[in-house]
């Protein structure tokens, strides 16, 4: 056998479902999943433990997600049947203009991910607090033990996560941002098995533990991070920290084929997976094979007019509501539907209009009283460590969500001080009749309501247990592009993707560590007469189910 150091982490992966009764959390690392199970088994609920498995992702895959970025939470409470929207992402600073970014020498039609601008005020550190706060049962003290224990005493970095952090890129990049030498220590990032600690980042959840996030918004955190951001141009403010509160909201649904799809609505693309799904429902997908090139096509198409709306109406719901009723209607569902052919790709489509109007992580939770909470959490651009700026002292880096904003004047999603961006994170949930079916989803930028669309068509459609759901290969619409390039991940059949072409699709096969691009999901069911849970875990990634 060889040395460990010398051993190859790269693997193909198939996975059965996991079958349990008590309580189950998915996560895309087993350390992190671990931690959320130990608070199901110390009596939290599903709300506790989906906010420690967040922050032990935070811990174990630091350039995805963590507390210097944006959250969002679906939750179903077991009394009421009611699936509560929390909106935990943040605001562009109030005195940020689309002159300034132009100012800075920004010439496109959006905020590059590394410019300054790009950051937002992140809403994770409140975002969690709040969940815990409105259906928790524990204080953060105990919720975020783990990532404090883990972050300032070490951890092994997982195979996965660490064939990008011990890469040359990872190492050329972190070495050329400031306040990121915990990240990159003696001048070499971590790979796998390789120990690390994040002492600044145990101090930023130890601070937060004790203290409640009004220490991370108003407190000595805040200087910090202000004072972090301004040195490099930012207009933040300590005001904009301060005034930063996280949203409750009704979430968004549609009907398909009896069972309810549910989303967080705008400013999250959920409703882009919804529009599709609606499309779709007109079409006999269930009769035909998985990898019937019509079939993919079908969905790539209603995938393609789901991204037309959502790229011009998914917004900040406060400035610019979108027209829902209309876009989630099947009358509108039918219009759209008729635009698509089986043998043709469609030139790029636009948005419709009503005729009345001028790297990312996601877990899963379900406890044994039936509570599930579906969660995610994000820096955005996952290769960068979201802005690549970290918090002198603090040891986090902070989102770059701002990069989702349109530089144009009168669009929907147009940057404005106090304003919320586009999103791409999602969480989703299924019911039947108001009782829980479960929580799922699929991460990785423009990936998401394109997963979501994928797996809730191999559940429902094809009848696939939540695992084999997870493993089926899948496509993509790249960037949420209407007109985008059409990424065939490996197990699709040549002669699929040289139909697709003969159909007028732009094909490009994905294979080995690049399938990485078609994200990382989660999902679990719950039978509701016997208790007994079905779990799934992402096969393309270190995530594992943890059951009692």
């Not at 092994?156 to 952090?165: N, R, S």
């Not at 079916?437 to 309501?449: A, D, H, K, N």
């Not at 069911?525 to 009692?548: K, M």
Request: aromatic fraction near 8%; charge should be negative.
């Amino acid at each position: 056998m060889k040395p460990m150091k010398q051993m190859n982490f790269d693997f193909a992966s198939r996975r059965s479902m996991v079958v349990a009764r008590r309580g189950m959390v998915s996560a895309s690392n087993p350390m992190a999943a671990q931690a959320g199970l130990r608070i199901l088994q110390a009596g939290g609920n599903a709300a506790d433990a989906a906010i420690a498995t967040a922050a032990m992702m935070n811990v174990f895959e630091p350039s995805a997600t963590g507390i210097g970025g944006d959250c969002f939470a679906l939750y179903y409470d077991a009394k009421s049947k009611k699936v509560t929207a929390m909106n935990g992402s943040g605001r562009a600073p109030k005195a940020l203009t689309i002159e300034d970014v132009r100012n800075s020498g920004v010439e496109g039609n959006s905020i590059p991910g590394l410019n300054v601008h790009a950051i937002t005020v992140p809403g994770a550190a409140r975002g969690w607090e709040s969940l815990v706060k409105r259906f928790g049962t524990m204080p953060l003290t105990e919720v975020l033990a783990d990532a404090i224990f883990y972050a300032d005493n070490g951890f092994a970095v997982a195979p996965g996560y660490g064939a990008f952090w011990g890469s040359d890129y990872a190492r050329d990049f972190l070495l050329s941002r400031p306040n990121a030498d915990e990240y990159v220590p003696n001048g070499k990032t971590p790979g796998a098995g390789d120990i690390i600690r994040l002492k600044g980042l145990a101090k930023t959840f130890r601070t937060v533990a004790n203290e409640g996030a009004d220490a991370y918004y108003k407190g000595d955190i805040a200087k910090n991070l202000v004072a972090t951001v301004q040195e490099r141009g930012s207009m933040m403010t300590l005001e904009d920290l301060a005034s930063h509160e996280t949203t409750w909201d009704d979430p968004i649904e549609t009907d398909y084929r009896s069972y309810t799809v549910i989303e967080h609505p705008p400013n999250g693309q959920g409703l882009a997976a919804l529009i599709a799904l609606n499309i779709a429902e007109g079409w006999n997908l269930g009769e035909m094979a998985w990898d019937d090139p019509t079939k993919v096509h079908l969905m790539i198409e209603a995938m393609r007019l789901a991204f037309a709306d959502g790229k011009q109406y998914i917004a900040d719901p406060v400035t610019n509501p979108p027209p829902l009723d209309f876009l989630l209607s099947k009358t509108y569902a039918e219009e759209r539907r008729a635009m698509v052919t089986e043998d043709k790709a469609m030139s790029p489509p636009s948005f419709g209009a009503p005729k009345n109007t001028s790297d990312t992580i996601y877990l899963c939770v379900v406890d044994s009283n039936g509570n599930a909470c579906s969660f995610i959490n994000s820096l955005y651009q996952g290769g960068t460590f979201g802005s690549g700026v970290a918090v002198k002292d603090y040891g986090f880096f902070l989102q770059n969500r701002g990069a989702n904003f349109v530089l144009e004047e009168g669009h929907p999603n147009a940057l404005a001080g106090g304003k919320r961006p586009y999103h791409t994170i999602i969480p989703g949930m299924l019911t039947k009749d108001g009782e829980l079916v479960g929580p799922f989803g699929v991460m990785g930028g423009f990936m998401q309501p394109q997963g979501h669309f994928q797996v809730v068509n191999s559940m429902i459609d094809d009848h696939l247990n939540p695992q084999d759901a997870l493993n089926r290969p899948r496509w993509q619409v790249s960037s949420g592009d209407p007109a985008g390039t059409i990424l065939i991940e490996e197990g699709y059949s040549t002669q699929v993707m040289a139909d697709l072409a003969r159909r007028g699709h732009q094909i490009r096969p994905i294979s080995g560590r690049g399938r990485g691009v078609f994200g990382r999901g989660h999902i679990i069911l719950r039978d509701n007469d016997t208790g007994v849970l079905f779990g799934g875990a992402e096969p393309r990634s270190d995530g594992q189910v943890a059951a009692y």
